[in-house]
Each structure stands twice: as structure tokens, then as C-alpha cells.
């Protein structure tokens, strides 16, 4: 199961995203869950990389299935629309392919 973690500021603003874990809707290479998933993650990365000139680091390991995205400060008003695309698309899947295959938690801090 891919488990999905976003977190926001108090005042709702992102600072974190997290994605870790293979989706297991099937074999390696064949796994349209996981696939979506990894497309949507890095789109959002490179959306942010090319459009926006928010400070964010990146951390991933691809074998554990983990990458996450922290934001140095509040996103700017692009990163959050493309934040929020992010969030819409995941939200997308997981009604698609269920509780089985996908799990997004939201936090506050």
C-alpha cells in the first residue's frame, strides 16, 4: 500500500508532502496505482522546479518507495495551485482503487 501524507501549517498553508510504499494493485512494472502515483509526485516536482521559485527539498529512495517534498517556507501562490492539483489527483485515485491500494493521511502542525 502506497500511504500518502500531507501536511499543512496551522494557517493552512503546505509545508510537506510524503509518499511512501508500492501500491500492490500488481506486479512491478504493471501497477497502474503505483504508476499514477509516481507521475503525479514527480509532475509536481518539476512543475515546481520549472514555475515556481520556491525553496523546497526533496528526499527519495527508490527502492523503499519513499520520496517527500518539505518547503522551506509558505509556498507562493503558484506552488499551492499546483499543490492542490497534486492533492485533487491523489484525492482522484483513491476514490478510483479504494482503501486497499492507497492510504492519505492529512496533518497539521
Known sequence: MTTITITKSLADSYKRIECSGHAGFADSGEDIVCAAISVLTINLINSLERFTGDRFTCDQNEDDGYISISFEQEPSRDADLLLKS????????FREY????????????
Open 86 to 93: 497534486f492533492e485533487l489527483g491523489v484525492n482522484s485515485i
Open 98 to 109: 479504494g482503501k486497499r491500494f492507497l492510504n492519505i493521511k492529512f496533518r497539521r502542525e
